[in-house]
């Protein structure tokens, strides 16, 4: 991203708070029509966290990923402006919103960009979603084929091939089974992904390596 680009980011909103968005989040279209979270968010690592299969939803009886601190870990994710709303707050029921340093964010801007988003982000909060009940998937909890979908379109409509690779390879604890759902869709915010997404997530996930 250039420096242009990013203060035309920066011009769209005046919110003091942003979410550091590693799931479905990622996905405009997930968060804009059940969330109305309308802003667009950027492609940014997370230094200090890592990402996993380890989200439990006793509720919706699914397992999504969620973040934990490490030193050294990283992760990608989508930094987005938005007001902590009540209909954010139901969507991340399962999570508590940890606060993150801005020293935390790394990118692949262009270096005037990066010391401009480091500068903006000085008088602003950042919160991460911190997984609360860390369970594994399993047979009862399953991950859903609709939820990794979700996440892996929003890597692709905002950063490409390698920001959804990236995804895969950072992301651990993967399960040994899916649960095919996209007939009818199991996970209740999924975003619209589209034939050509699927086959593109599919060959993704046969052929980036990941734990």
């Not at 934990?68 to 029921?93: C, D, F, M, V, Y």
């Amino acid at each position: 991203m250039t420096l242009t680009q990013l203060k035309n980011w920066f011009a769209t909103f005046d919110y003091s708070h942003l979410v550091l968005g590693y799931g479905s989040l990622m996905n405009a279209d997930s968060r804009q029509r059940f969330s109305d979270i309308q802003h667009q968010g950027v492609m940014v690592t997370v230094e200090g966290f890592y990402r996993a299969w380890v989200t439990r939803s006793w509720q919706e009886q699914q397992t999504y990923v969620g973040a934990l601190p490490e030193a050294g870990a990283t992760l990608n994710a989508q930094l987005i402006p938005t007001p902590l709303s009540p209909a954010l707050a139901e969507r991340e029921k399962d999570y508590t919103f940890a606060q993150v340093s801005a020293d935390a964010i790394a990118t692949d801007f262009t270096p005037d960009a990066h010391d401009y988003l480091l500068n903006r982000l000085a008088d602003k909060q950042l919160w991460i979603c911190q997984t609360l009940d860390v369970h594994p998937a399993a047979p009862e909890f399953p991950v859903s084929q609709t939820y990794i979908d979700t996440c892996l379109a929003g890597c692709l409509s905002h950063g490409g091939q390698s920001q959804a690779e990236a995804f895969v390879r950072l992301t651990r604890k993967w399960p040994a089974h899916i649960k095919a759902d996209r007939e009818m869709p199991s996970y209740p915010r999924p975003g619209r992904v589209s034939e050509d997404e699927q086959k593109q997530i599919d060959q993704l996930l046969r052929e980036v390596s990941h734990d």
